[in-house]
């Protein structure tokens, strides 16, 4: 009995200077997790913006005249779908489309010559991401993209010198760079400039010039 008192005097003081001293010790508060912290997922987003498709590189003196190239640049889109391999690296695949239809014509008959129907493009690419603080990364892109153009011929003749009346689609270099802006750990926005490089050889029946795509974008993350 005596031991009994002894412990229950004890604990009854103890609960007194706790008391005094402003009550029991608070929980200690977590320290806030980092934007991005999360090292690996997979995301899927969507970008739109300006887009130029060069057609006007191809504006020469020729047999009929110079060539005058119209609607060279318009509205750009972009879905695709990546994967984080870790804080600095990710693979990205996407689906860009152009919505500007250049028209391409003789500048002293003003005849048209063909119409650019569609622009788009399949790409893969490789992403190095250099994170700058907490909430912002830096990046560079660099891979391939199926890049397809669609012509609708409209004059009855080619002039000379003009690389044909066909559908170009070839396999490209792409390559981009931009920047993350992390809202929360999970809804990321960025800013970005992109380009497929197309084919160069004006006089190959398989030209295309070179795209150029500037564009902001939004992309949901989903940790593994």
């Known amino acids: 009995m005596k031991k009994l008192l002894a412990v229950s005097a004890i604990a009854a003081l103890g609960f007194s200077s706790l008391s005094q001293a402003g009550g029991l010790p608070e929980e200690m508060a ?4 980092a934007y991005g912290s999360s090292d690996q ?22 047999n009929t005249g110079l060539r005058n190239i119209e609607s060279d640049n318009g509205a750009v889109g972009r879905v ?3 994967f984080d391999l870790c804080k600095y690296f990710a693979i990205e695949g996407g689906y860009s489309y152009f919505f500007n239809n250049p028209k391409i014509k003789t500048a002293s008959t003003g005849v048209e010559l063909d119409k ?19 909430e912002f990364n830096l990046y560079a892109k660099l891979g391939a993209a199926y890049q397809m153009t669609k012509l609708d011929k409209g004059g009855n003749t080619t002039p000379a010198g003009y690389p044909g009346d066909k559908n170009r689609d070839n396999i490209t270099l792409a390559y981009g760079a931009g920047a993350d802006y992390y809202i ?23 030209f295309q010039p070179p795209t150029d795509a500037f564009m902001v974008g939004l992309r949901y993350k989903f940790d593994i």
């Open 30 to 33: 977590m320290a806030p997790m």
């Open 184 to 206: 929360t750990p999970n809804v990321i926005a960025n800013i970005e400039w992109l380009r497929f490089n197309g084919r160069a050889n004006a006089n190959d029946s398989k």
């Open 41 to 62: 997922g997979i995301y899927v987003g969507i970008q739109g913006g300006w887009g130029i498709t060069h057609w006007k590189s191809i504006e020469r003196v020729d």
């Open 80 to 82: 695709f779908l990546g």
């Open 116 to 134: 650019v129907k569609r622009t788009h493009a399949i790409d893969l690419m490789g992403k190095i991401k250099a994170p700058v603080a907490d």
